[in-house]
């Protein structure tokens, strides 16, 4: 076996480290990707079932009051769930409004996290 041959197996496993060096970081950069479009993704649910089931009271920016419902950007999860599935409150919290104007949309269960991921994500005025 000459000099050459070995420098040539030499090359060929450092390609291939580096290759596999190279398919890794961008398995990296994959995984940071997915993080944040899982994200955005639940936000744009959470607006759309926003624009269809809240804008009849609320206003189209959350971050205003509506017809006859309050602004709701910000809300904590807590609060939308016992809101949109009950119609009530989390024990201890006080109310915007001392109405009871608000339905409860108990079909609305799958979409609670998407509902407080858009709401979390508009900033309260
Ligand atoms: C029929 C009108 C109406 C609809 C539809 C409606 N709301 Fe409301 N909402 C209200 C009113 C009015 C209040 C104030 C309390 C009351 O009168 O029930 C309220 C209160 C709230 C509150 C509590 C605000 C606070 O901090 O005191 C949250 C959160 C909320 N609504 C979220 C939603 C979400 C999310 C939807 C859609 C899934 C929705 N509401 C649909 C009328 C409505």
Do not use: W
């Not at 920016?61 to 009950?86: H, Y």
């Not at 409860?104 to 309260?124: E, F, K, N, R």
């Amino acid at each position: 076996m000459g000099v050459r041959r070995r420098g040539a197996r030499l090359a060929l496993a450092t390609g291939g480290v580096l290759a596999a060096l190279f398919a890794a970081s961008c398995e990296q950069a994959k995984r940071d990707d997915a993080a944040p479009s899982a994200a955005a993704a639940s936000i744009e649910r959470g607006r759309k079932v926003y624009l269809a089931n809240c804008t009849a009271c609320h206003n189209t920016d959350p971050g205003l009051p509506g017809a006859i419902g309050p602004a709701v950007a910000g809300s904590q999860r807590a609060l939308i769930e016992a809101r949109v599935l009950r119609a009530e409150y989390p024990p201890g919290y006080t109310p915007k409004r001392p109405t009871h104007a608000m339905v409860a949309l108990p079909q609305l269960a799958g979409s609670i996290d998407d509902l407080a991921a858009y709401l979390a994500s508009v900033t309260p005025r």
